[in-house]
């Protein structure tokens, strides 16, 4: 009888096998990154407002501790699911190891829909994961930090249940915390401006051209594609549209971000009114606008087989993890459109994680500015090491694929140091 093997990423696989088959990266990765190194599962009974009870699945996957404890964020979504989790921790990995951080990959999700539970509720449900998840949490084991709906506040009741929990008040067991408990400053605005300073380098390098003037649409007007509009509009570019799950709006002179940014912290979602020279547009059209740069901010695959041909801006800059689908990731190259990847271009957030961790350890903060200074100049860094490596080397420049290349040679390298591999 066949069995299944159900630890493997299935969809990991995929991505390694094809790298494999190419003849990019060596045949031991099949073995080595295609199963994540632990999986937990847990059911997490939570008491209602109500006074009914109901579990929710929850999960944490440490994808890859070569290179150091796991880091990554934990989502709360109706949506997540064990192989998702997995595939988020695997680009977790890549990502750590991109950015040379010393860190593994790992991710975890609850599936829930938060918009559903009150304060309470979500309060009870972060400690229950914690109570859940303690022994393979810690900060030299694998530190969680915020991603889809949840934040900073959902991390401080992460660390005071972890508190509770070991007896021992731990901060660099968490990051994205709230600044009095260790938190750092720019942390916050950490992922949507990385992605900016992404783009710029990106564009000096290849067109020697800076963000001023640039059209730019952005989906998804959470932290990250808030905190992205806001660092780009500063630039000089041109936000020309921008949506949240409640609506999408364009305006051909640009939209006027920081009202937008006001509205929606007063009103919980982005006002359709709030820029009364913008106009409502379905939101399959944001993507389809004729812009220089297309910003996915929200979810993955919102870029698919379906709408993939509609694309026109020639430059696509993945702020959420995973936004473009494997089927419209070919299609868009065949096109010639660009793709900056996410392990790349979203990676902000996590670096300046790192930097919150290595403050918690020593005691000693950052100002805003040291920590944006720092963060631009490792970005800049890592993408012209990425574009050096890329045009020198070859004619065509996939950029993704060339960034998995370099992640998982450091993956190896650590796993060689181990002498796991010869
Ligand atoms: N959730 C963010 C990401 O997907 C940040 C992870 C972290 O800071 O650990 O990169």
Redesign the pocket.
């Known amino acids: 009888m066949a069995t299944v093997d159900r630890v493997v990423c299935e969809d990991c696989k995929v991505r390694i096998g094809s790298m494999v088959a190419r003849g990019v990266v060596p045949p031991v990765v099949n073995e080595l990154l295609t199963k994540p190194r632990r999986v937990v599962t847990a059911a997490l009974p939570i008491r209602h407002d109500d006074g009914t009870v109901r579990t929710y699945n929850a999960f944490r996957v440490l994808y890859s501790d070569a290179r150091g404890p796991g880091?990554?964020?934990?989502?709360f979504h109706p949506e997540v699911d064990e192989e998702e989790v997995k595939v988020?921790a695997f680009?977790?990995a890549l990502?750590c190891a991109l950015v040379d951080i010393p860190?593994g990959g790992?991710?975890g999700g609850v599936q829930v829909d938060p918009s559903r539970l009150s304060k309470g509720e979500l309060e009870r449900l972060s400690r229950a994961y914690v109570r859940a998840m303690l022994p393979v949490l810690g900060p030299r084991t694998d530190?969680?930090?915020?991603?889809?709906n949840t934040n900073e506040e959902v991390m401080g009741w992460m660390v005071d249940e972890y508190a509770f929990l070991t007896g021992r008040h731990e901060p660099a067991a968490f990051?994205?915390k709230p600044l009095s408990l260790g938190g750092s400053q720019g942390?916050r605005e950490?992922?949507g401006w990385g992605g900016a300073f992404v783009l710029a380098a990106y564009l000096q390098y290849t067109q020697k051209r800076d963000i001023a003037g640039l059209r730019v649409a952005i989906q998804g007007f959470g932290n990250v594609g808030s905190h992205i509009a806001e660092k780009l509009a500063q630039m000089g570019a041109r936000v020309v549209a921008l949506s949240d799950a409640s609506c999408a709006l364009y305006r051909e002179e640009g939209l006027d971000v920081p009202a937008l940014i006001a509205a929606k912290r007063e009103k919980g979602s982005l006002s359709c009114v709030a820029d009364g020279a913008a106009q409502r547009i379905p939101h399959e059209a944001l993507l389809e606008l004729d812009v220089d740069v297309l910003v996915p901010a929200a979810l993955a695959h919102q870029i698919h087989e379906g709408n993939a041909q509609e694309v026109r801006a020639p430059i696509i800059l993945e702020m959420a993890?995973d936004p473009v689908s494997p089927e419209a990731d070919a299609m868009l190259a065949q096109r010639g459109i660009t793709i900056i990847p996410?392990i790349l271009a979203?990676?902000g957030?996590?670096?300046?994680?790192?930097f919150?961790w290595i403050q918690n350890h020593e005691n000693r903060y950052w100002t805003f500015n040291e920590v944006m200074e720092a963060l631009q100049a490792k970005l800049q860094e890592v993408t012209r090491a990425l574009l050096d490596r890329c045009w020198k080397e070859r004619e065509q420049c996939p950029l993704r694929a060339i960034a998995y290349e370099l992640a998982i040679e450091r993956i190896l390298a650590a796993e060689r140091a181990r002498g796991h591999i010869a």
């Open positions: 880091k990554g964020g934990i989502r988020l680009l977790m990502k860190f790992a991710k530190i969680p930090a915020p991603d889809v990051t994205g942390r950490a992922t993890n996410d979203n990676a957030g996590v670096v300046v994680s790192y919150e």
